[in-house]
């Protein structure tokens, strides 16, 4: 932790030294990696969400686009981590960069026309980049297992760099510089090129030995631990040999990869034996992930229901006459409110090294604060102007960023070293479906704020 200020410990020197041993052990090309990784699996979910008022137009809830966003994503998240370790991390990243930018192409080139037809285009060409970000995401937390603590550290920062740089350029382009949407978006649609070179070029390739994923399966654990309800928490059973080997370090034991004969005793050449191995892998999954639910899906779950709930369907109506806002025009409002958020955003999610948040229920619930506030503005028109709407949409960002990367760091802490790997890969389906969730109840909110601003003579909401 670093000194206070103003404190007695707080010379330059001093704050220097502790600064410098706060990053001991790190190395910089896990690090670029990882936030590379970061900022490109999430930068064009951003740019999506920002263009949302642009790609339906202001008659069409934004939760519309959301869905789209998120929802096969979520999915993804949900079913991929019983399955996907039988594809190795390189082929991965090559779907990953492949449906990426053959989504938004999509979106970029369908015409500009808000028919119903050109619309459910745009969103084939959505759900295409979704799909690309839900397994991405869970890929890299779960890769981060075999690259060490500061790799976690930075893909988090760079998930947090994603929302502010995506959002900061669609802002940019299409306000300050005056590309159109579509032109915008193309541009955008090469980033994912940069997630290769990452991988390929930038990342240390040797734990990956270690990581291989073509053949083995996840080792079921014994029965008795699973009666036991012992599954994905740390004991003081893990042996002192185990972390302190080589192997120990870049490998999990949850997978076999020293043994050409899986946990059933039949040689996994053997398709039976690969049945009943996979089948016992998939139940004690299912264990692993009963026992992640309450201490850590659940907070992720309510911080992102409350945050895309403001974000999707309160933010389009939290609106104030253009004289008194620094705006010219409406649509401004809702890629700027983006902005500021991630902003927050950006801000938490690196700051691990720093701080650290173990009570995780507690940024959830004040998430929800943020909710019950904003949706009284949006009834009520109780906040004097922009500037506090501002305020209170980065401090939703903040609250936002804290929540997820302390999620992942305490799983790293304190899961056990063979869980670990499937933990923080399963755990990551909570932010989908708290998004999923809020897509639909932002859909309904919007609605039912705008028409009820309507009826009380304040159309903001209709105008653009």
Known sequence: MLPLPGSPASSWIIYKARFKAVFEGADPRVCAAFWLFGVINNVLYVIILSAALDLVGPSIPKGVVLIADVLPSFLTKLVAPYFIHLISYPKRVIIFVTLSMCGMLLVALTPETRDGGTIAMKMVGVVIASLSSGGGELSFISLTHYYGHFSLAAWASGTGGAGLIGAGA???ATTWIGWSVRGSLLAFSFLPVIMLVSFFAVLPQIPLKFAS????VYDALPSEEVEQGQLGLSDSHATDETAESPEGRFSSTSLSLSSDISSTGIRKHDIGGNIIAAWQSFKANLSRS??????YMLPLLLVYIAEYTINQGVAPTLLFPLPSTPFQ????FYPTYNAIYQTGVFISRSSTPFVRIHHLYLPSLLQCANLVVLILHAIF???????WVFLIIFWEGLLGGLVYVNTFAEITDNVRKEDREFSLGATTVSDSGGVCIAGFIGMAVEVALCEYQVARGRKYCQQS
Do not use: E, K, M, Q
């Open 170 to 172: 669609y802002v940019a």
């Open 290 to 295: 009963r026992h992640l639910f309450f201490p």
């Open 213 to 216: 994923s073509g053949t083995p």
């Open 329 to 332: 025009y409406y649509r401004a």
């Open 381 to 387: 028109d109780f906040i004097p102007n922009v500037w």
